[in-house]
């Protein structure tokens, strides 16, 4: 059985790795069915071809794997109860199933329809999934550093509309016809986490830095929707379980798709925390209809390999 504290030795004994993963809500309705739970939410009928064509691939693997479904927890009661400790444990083991899973055949590619949005290390791989005309497209991008082609690209190919943070660089707080920028980061776990894996990042001090939840952020600036959530900002993926359990707890209901780099180096996931709070993240993304896309592993930057 893999406990919490087994897994937290294992990716102390291994290498600073960073796992990028795309999640969507394209196969929710589908994959929810086969479980015989309730949907969240519709799919348009646009995509209910493709979805079709796909289910009957989840049915054949769910029977031959034997899928365990997992009951919510009550995350927005108590995201330490017992039922949420177990359906961490499980949303670990079940995300580590889906990876795995990605290198199997094509189906969710092929349905998904990839897209590289941005270039270069500002490049982040989304579902073709472009906002109907009368759709109001809204996202929020944390981390963007230097590089904010992938926000531009959103911005002119999709016309949507970009809350972009970041609290270790200046720009101005115009980048686009649709796009404003806030020297703000995401709330962390532990505040003396601020910074990253130093005392300081890219030259800036954590000290002083004005942060925000996700949750907050979205309240704010009164969205009702989110098209698109990116987050690259070193450890923030931790606390983003804990602030939508305590802020929002509906909070992934109203998300189209989520790119997000998990950072498992001992810089960020430092307490059996972190590790109850990723697992716990995994299994809201389940029990909100959000499915694993697309994921890549990759080596983090010198400075950040010295923790292990």
Request: with cysteine.
């Amino acid at each position: 059985m893999l406990t919490t504290q087994k897994l937290k030795s294992h990716i102390a004994t291994r290498k600073c790795r960073i796992i990028v993963l795309l999640l969507t809500a394209l196969f929710g309705v589908t994959l929810l069915h086969l479980t015989g739970r309730t949907p969240l939410r519709t799919t348009d009928s646009a995509s209910s071809q493709p979805v079709e064509e796909y289910q009957s691939r989840v049915v054949h693997q769910a029977v031959e794997e034997e899928v365990e479904v997992v009951a919510p927890c009550d995350w927005a009661k108590d995201d330490h109860s017992d039922e949420c400790q177990q359906a961490s444990r499980k949303g670990l083991v079940g995300m580590g199933v889906d990876i795995r899973k990605l290198g199997k055949g094509k189906a969710r590619y092929e349905v998904c329809g990839f897209k590289k949005v941005g270039t270069g290390w500002g490049a982040h791989d989304l579902c073709e999934r472009p906002p109907s005309p009368s759709e109001i497209c809204v996202f929020y991008s944390f981390g963007i550093d230097k590089d904010y082609s992938f926000d531009t690209t959103l911005d002119n190919d999709w016309h949507c509309h970009g809350v972009l943070l970041d609290p270790t660089i200046s720009h101005s707080s115009s980048l686009g016809p649709r796009l404003t920028f806030f020297k703000v980061g995401a709330t962390l776990l532990d505040a003396k986490d601020l910074g990253g894996a130093g005392a300081d990042m890219r030259g800036t001090t954590a000290e002083g830095w004005y942060v925000t939840s996700v949750p907050s952020l979205k309240k704010f600036l009164k969205h009702d929707k989110i098209k698109i959530l990116k987050m690259d900002c070193e450890g923030c993926e931790y606390a983003l379980p804990r602030d939508i359990a305590h802020e929002d707890p509906t909070f992934f209901s109203y998300l189209d798709q989520f790119a997000v780099e998990i950072h498992v180096s001992k810089a960020w996931i430092k307490t059996p925390e972190h590790v109850h709070y990723l697992g716990l993240l995994f299994h809201m993304l389940t029990a909100n209809n959000l499915r694993l896309m697309d994921a890549k592993m990759t080596a983090c930057g010198p400075q950040n390999e010295k923790p292990g």
